[in-house]
């Protein structure tokens, strides 16, 4: 799914990473990679995404919360930029991108389709 796929219901979820050191500036993850293990540096708006992310939760909840954590982006809607900033996360394989069902609720749901449930680190 590319960025201008996404709406304000899309779920973004923090996918499972081996081990993680975070920081006052970002966050640096040691994942799984093929045979091998990869390290990934995330700066503070990519590691804010993925801990606020969680096991899941809508692209327009995620845009509001880090709204009111760091403040609005300089320029664009929140939620555009948001979307262009998780679109480089996934394609990292640091968060998975989904459709919320239309049926379930926020709160005691299962997560989305294809996605893995975020590890305590």
């Known amino acids: 799914m590319t960025s201008d796929q ?16 975070e920081g006052d500036d970002g966050a640096v993850l040691l994942m799984s990679s093929g045979d091998g293990h990869r390290v ?30 760091v403040g609005p982006p300089p320029t664009g809607d929140p939620v555009e930029v948001l979307a262009g900033v998780v679109s480089e996360l996934q394609g ?18 299962s997560p989305p389709a294809g996605s893995t449930p975020a590890s305590g680190t």
Do not use: C, K, W
Request: negative net charge.
């Open 6 to 21: 996404f709406t304000p219901d899309t779920v973004i979820t923090a996918l499972p990473v081996l081990d993680s050191l």
């Open 40 to 69: 990934v540096r995330l700066s503070l708006l990519g590691a804010l995404v993925r801990e606020q992310a969680g096991s899941g939760m809508p692209l327009g909840q995620l845009a509001a919360a880090l709204t009111a954590l």
């Open 92 to 109: 990292e394989g640091i968060v998975s991108v989904g459709r919320m069902a239309p049926t379930s609720s926020v709160h005691g749901s």
